[in-house]
């Protein structure tokens, strides 16, 4: 976004995520507190209809819809504006890979939140009161590709980034035990770089006078 928009704020209510994300000149990085009010969002983040574009990636299935959705029409320009969420699925390397990728995620659902019901749905159940942008007759999931080059250490790092990965561990279950990593290492290959794909669902729609 920061090569594309002159002004770009980034939210987050953790300050070791903020303190790991990358320093550009126009963005602005801001700590918000986990509920705000209308005065406090202008405050913190930006005024009343001067927003272009909001976006939350592989985020909103955690959010307090309604809430969130007050702010995103206070601050979004009316008529116009735009909120653009996306959310990514199960990732594909190649088939001796996603074989033993597949028995992790599968044993995986079973620590999984409801929240992330939404992203197995590909947020199509997700209540989104937002109108198509131009050019489209609906507000989505629409699907892209993405393709991240990774190593297996990249790799296994993404996998204990998932929150059912944090979950499962807290309970005392390692879904990356040492059998499970010596069987992504004969998968992978020594020292290999492989394209990682990601599925990406979009849900994406504008406000206008009737949303206000």
Same mark, same amino acid.
């Given at each position: 976004l920061a090569g594309i928009y002159r002004n770009v704020v980034a939210t987050d209510t953790s300050p070791t995520q903020l303190a790991l994300a990358h320093r550009l000149p126009n963005i602005r990085y801001q700590l918000t507190p986990p509920s705000m009010s209308l005065d406090e969002l202008t405050q913190l983040v930006a005024p009343q209809s001067s927003v272009d574009l909001v976006t939350a990636a592989q985020a909103i299935h955690w959010f307090d819809l309604p809430t969130f959705y007050k702010q995103v029409k206070h601050?979004?320009?009316? *008529?116009?504006? =735009?909120?653009? =969420?996306?959310?990514y699925t199960k990732s594909y390397v190649d088939d001796a890979v996603d074989a033993v990728f597949h028995? =992790? @995620?599968?044993? !995986?659902?079973?620590? !999984?939140? *409801?929240?992330?019901?939404?992203? !197995?749905?590909?947020?199509?159940?997700?209540?989104?009161p937002f109108d198509p942008i131009d050019g489209e007759e609906h507000t989505g999931p629409f699907t892209f590709e993405s393709v991240v080059l990774m190593d297996l250490d990249m790799y296994l790092t993404y996998i204990r980034s998932w929150s059912v990965y944090q979950n499962a561990y807290q309970k005392g279950v390692d879904l990356l035990n040492k059998q499970v990593v010596r069987d992504f290492e004969n998968a992978w290959g020594v020292n290999e770089i492989k394209p990682v794909r990601f599925p990406l669902h979009l849900r994406i729609g504008r406000v206008g006078g009737?949303? @206000?």
């Open positions: 601050v979004l320009r009316r *008529p116009g504006g =735009v909120l653009a =969420v996306w959310c028995r =992790v @995620f599968e044993r !995986s659902i079973h620590f !999984s939140p *409801p929240e992330c019901k939404l992203i !197995s749905d590909h947020y199509i159940n997700l209540d989104f009737k949303n @206000f």
